[in-house]
Nanobody
C-alpha cells in the first residue's frame, strides 16, 4: 500500500501561484491513477484534478479548468498540482490520493481511491 505525503502549500495572494507535490513511498505510484481533492473549512471534500496511471489522460473540476495543471513524474514517484491564477475560494486543505482500478467516470469520485495523504494547507488572500 502506497503512503502519500503532500507538500508545497502556503500563503499566496489572489492571482498568484503555488506548486503542490505528492510524494509516494512504500510502493511505486506508476501503476496508480492519482487525484487531487480539497476541503475548505465547513465544506465537504471536493474533486480538483486527476491523472491516469499512464499520464495520458487528465481530468479537472470546472473550477480548476484553465488554472490548474496536474502532472506526474514516475521516476521521482511524485505527482504535482500547479495552481495558477488563484482565488480566495481556492483556500482549502489539498489532498492527494491513489487508486489502482479507476475507469472512465471514476476519477472524480472518492471511493475508488484507497490511499490518501494528510493534506497541505493552501491559503489565498484577497
Amino acid at each position: 500500500q502506497v503512503q502519500l505525503v503532500e507538500s508545497g502549500g502556503g500563503l499566496v495572494r489572489a492571482g498568484g501561484s503555488l506548486r503542490l507535490s505528492c510524494a509516494g513511498s512504500g510502493s511505486t505510484i506508476s501503476s496508480y491513477a492519482m487525484g487531487w481533492f480539497r476541503q475548505a473549512p465547513g465544506k465537504e471534500r471536493e474533486f480538483v484534478a486527476a491523472i491516469s496511471w499512464s499520464g495520458g489522460s487528465t481530468y479537472y473540476a470546472d473550477s480548476a479548468k484553465g488554472r490548474f495543471t496536474i502532472s506526474r513524474d514516475n521516476a521521482k514517484n511524485t505527482v504535482f498540482l500547479q495552481l495558477n491564477s488563484q482565488e480566495p475560494e481556492d483556500t482549502a486543505v489539498y489532498y492527494c490520493a491513489a487508486g489502482d482500478m479507476l475507469g472512465y467516470g471514476d476519477y472524480e469520485m472518492e471511493p475508488p481511491y484507497d490511499s490518501w495523504g494528510q493534506g497541505t494547507q493552501v491559503t489565498v488572500s484577497s
